[in-house]
């Protein structure tokens, strides 16, 4: 092609994408919204432990690494139909 430009190895940012998702520097996905982007940020780094998760602020260049948080989910107690019943000495 004519009068094109290649850009190896390069992607353009989404368009409003202010930050910039990365796993082990390779971007990854694009977010407007700091908040929505360690969100995603620590849900990439649930699925990818061993992995460096970063958060690129791609106006100012600020990068944000973001730490292992295991999913926990919400708290949960066991019903008694999972309970192994008490132990009773047997009869005499």
């Given at each position: ?21 990365s796993?082990?520097?390779t ?66």
């Open positions: 092609m004519k009068g094109a430009t290649k850009m190896e190895g390069l992607r353009p940012a989404a368009p409003g994408a202010q930050f910039e998702i796993i082990d520097g971007p990854r996905t694009y977010r407007d919204r700091k908040p929505l982007a360690i969100e995603a940020a620590e849900y990439l780094k649930r699925k990818h432990p061993n992995s460096a998760v970063m958060v690129k602020d791609l106006q100012s260049g600020d990068m944000t690494a973001v730490a292992y948080k295991p999913d926990l989910g919400p708290a949960q107690q066991p019903s008694a139909a999972s309970r192994k019943p008490a132990h009773k000495p047997p009869a005499r």
